[in-house]
């Protein structure tokens, strides 16, 4: 079965670039997207197809895909930014859903 | 405003069947992709469970294909999740999920706000 990897967490400092990353085989060929979890909430989406903000997403939130590796970046990360992230991809080969391991992001 | 709803017994005895519903309103079940059943255990990541098509045509995760079973109900706009010969290790919130209606969404643009079962005598 297909395989997201994503690191377990990424600190970053208060306007800072946060980059998080999402590893899966040739995953540059799928669509890749990505939520942001508070504790005790849902999910919410942040990006979609690799790189679409959803309306009412900041600007600060963006992605890229290619080869093995997607990407969500999250620029000048403010405290409100810390959470968890996941990506997830459809497998159109199988017709499965994956989610990614998840990353914690703590704003220091 | 399109909104999920999931609703449910919050505790299910072990080997018992866990059955939630999902009532989706602001749109048309038919008009979106694949509707998703997802869950995450305390202090874990997420798990998707299975999807299904407002045909009736479903995709579940095959770690628990076995147990799992998908419905939909076109005309009341709900779909439905049956999880059979629950353990403990089903304990979990589980979230319904559903794409914008926008052919082919293949991501979860709209989440319910989970409900938390516990699997316990």
């Known amino acids: 079965s297909y395989v997201l990897t994503q690191p377990p967490s990424v600190s970053v400092a208060p306007g800072q670039t946060a980059r998080i990353t999402c590893g899966g085989n040739?995953?540059?060929?799928?669509?890749v997207h990505w939520y942001q979890q508070k504790p005790g909430q849902a999910p919410v989406l942040v990006v979609y197809?690799?790189?679409d903000r959803p309306s009412g997403i900041p600007e600060r939130f963006s992605g890229s895909n290619s080869g093995n590796t997607a990407t969500l970046t999250i620029s000048r990360v403010e405290a409100g930014d810390e959470a968890d992230y996941y990506c997830?991809?459809?497998?159109?080969?199988?017709?499965?859903?994956?989610f990614g391991t998840g990353t914690k992001v703590t704003v220091l | 405003q399109v909104q999920l709803q999931e609703s449910g017994p919050g505790l299910v005895k072990p080997s018992e069947t866990l059955s939630l519903t999902c009532a989706v309103s602001?749109?048309?079940?038919?008009?979106?992709?694949?509707w998703g059943w997802i869950r995450q255990p305390p202090g874990k990541g997420l798990e998707w469970i299975g999807s299904?098509?407002?045909?009736?045509?479903?995709y579940y995760n095959p770690s628990l294909k076995s147990r799992v079973t998908i419905s939909v109900d076109t005309s009341k706009n709900q779909f439905s999740l049956k999880l059979s010969s629950v353990t403990a290790a089903d304990t979990a919130v589980y979230y319904c999920?559903?794409?914008?209606?926008?052919?082919?969404?293949?991501?979860?643009?709209?989440w319910g706000q989970g409900t938390l079962v516990t699997v316990s005598s």
């Open positions: 999920a559903g794409p914008r209606p926008d052919g082919m969404a293949t991501s979860f643009d709209y």
């Open positions: 602001g749109y048309s079940i038919s008009s979106g992709y694949y």
């Open positions: 299904i098509y407002h045909s009736g045509s479903t």
């Open positions: 040739n995953i540059g060929s799928k669509s």
């Open positions: 197809d690799d790189s």
């Open positions: 997830q991809v459809w497998d159109s080969s199988s017709g499965l859903y994956v």
